[in-house]
């Protein structure tokens, strides 16, 4: 092979090589993306006294009057 027929044989190669990549496609959905939250917050607050904070409250009902 000369050449000329060396280049052209090459690139006849590439060409058909470049031919069998394959092609990915990213495409958007014509849908809209929903997303459902189901959210319980619970909340518990607890008060601990000490034994002497408790006798003075039962002991002075008035303490805090309602």
């Keep these: 092979m000369t050449t000329p027929q060396k280049t052209l044989f090459l690139v006849g190669c590439v060409a058909l090589t470049a031919a069998c ?3 990915i496609r990213i495409e958007p959905s ?3 993306i929903t997303i459902n939250l189901n959210v319980k917050i619970d909340q518990e607050v607890r008060i ?3 034994k002497d904070v408790e ?4 002991n002075n009902p008035d303490l ?3």
């Design 64 to 66: 805090f009057p309602q």
């Design 21 to 23: 990549t394959p092609t």
């Design 30 to 32: 014509d849908k809209p």
């Design 48 to 50: 601990k006294l000490d």
């Design 55 to 58: 006798d003075l409250i039962s």
